[in-house]
């Protein structure tokens, strides 16, 4: 008896990701699942250099900006609630120190550029068509700061703008850096507060984007979580509390497709090491002065010198 059905995947066969690939994540909150997952098993990852980024507009400003290297000024950002913002990066970021943040956001900037120059993959994680523009300077922003809502004008991006959107951003990538696989992906998170209706619009506006870009675009690809999670994993018991994003077993089951969709076979035997140190690194002992458990600590530390023996980069 089968008891679901699945979306069908078929196995990249160029350019997989292995140790020697240096990956990039932009975008929404799923990226950084993925990247969270990337970063547990050691591989060269950066994600997220300004945040959260929840629409196409708001990661193609990010990766404009990085490659014309700007800088930052306090003509660029905003003063509210004591702290300092800038509305091309998320509240994770925001200080109460001027100077501070400044130097922060332009330092991320050139760091943007130089991951997307060597990055062997990028991972773009598309999480709504809707946006805010900011009134005052009719900008598109990447995120509101809890600025009163009057202030803004909420809107849903076109078919047609997020497709124009993703055609730059692909074009600004190429222009540094033209071996690079781009992989798309819609994020399974719901985004409610802007209604169900709304939600599978502004959804279905990404989806159908992506796959306009990605039959005219070489070396373009998508992945298909949202997919995943709204058909293989249609059940409550795979959402977390809110009932809005994927629990740790629906991204669990994610990233093991995702395993099986883009990476080189040669990588397994590696993460299974790298898996057998992280859980024995959260190991709590009954009596950490004991033999066996010195012994313990002892045959942990030789694991991690031959990985990173084998591979320099990383690090426990």
């Known amino acids: 008896m089968k008891l679901q059905t699945q979306i069908p995947l078929l196995k990249e066969t160029r ?3 292995d140790y020697n690939s240096k990956i990039v994540l932009l975008g929404s909150c799923f990226s950084e699942n993925i990247g969270n997952q990337l970063d547990y098993f050691k591989f060269q990852s950066t994600q997220n250099p300004f945040g959260i980024l929840f629409h196409p507009i708001a990661i193609e400003n990010l990766i404009t900006n990085a490659i014309n290297e700007k800088k930052y000024t306090e003509n660029d950002i905003v003063f509210h ?13 925001s200080n109460n120190n001027k100077t501070a943040f400044l130097d922060y956001i332009n330092s991320s900037i050139k760091n943007t550029k130089n ?8 991972i773009i994680t598309l999480g709504t068509s809707w946006v805010y523009r900011y009134i005052e300077s009719d900008q598109i922003v990447a995120n509101c700061h809890k600025i ?23 074009s600004l990538i190429k222009s540094i850096n033209n071996n690079t696989s781009i992989l798309f992906t819609v994020s399974p998170v719901r985004h409610l507060k802007d209604g169900f209706i709304e939600n ?38 795979f959402y977390a509390e809110d009932m809005i994003h994927p629990n740790k077993t629906a991204i669990k089951y994610i990233w093991e497709k995702f395993i099986y969709t883009w990476f080189d076979a040669s990588v397994n035997a590696t993460m299974k090491e790298i898996d057998v140190i992280q859980k024995g690194m959260l190991h709590k002992p009954f009596n950490p002065n004991s033999e066996k458990h010195l012994q313990f600590l002892e045959n942990l530390e030789q694991k991690k010198l031959k990985i990173m023996r084998e591979y320099s980069f990383m690090s426990f």
């Open 200 to 237: 599978l619009q502004s959804k279905s506006h990404l989806i159908s984007a992506i796959h306009q870009v990605i039959n005219r675009r070489k070396n373009s690809f998508y992945f298909p979580s949202y997919e995943i999670m709204m058909d293989e994993l249609r059940d409550y018991r």
């Open 15 to 17: 350019n997989l990701i």
């Open 81 to 93: 609630n004591e702290q300092y913002h800038s509305f091309d990066a998320h509240s994770s970021l």
């Open 148 to 170: 009163p809502q009057k202030k803004f004008l909420k809107e849903i991006l076109s078919v047609d703008t997020v497709s124009e959107s993703l055609e730059a951003i692909i």
């Open 115 to 122: 991951n997307l120059e060597e990055a062997s993959h990028i």
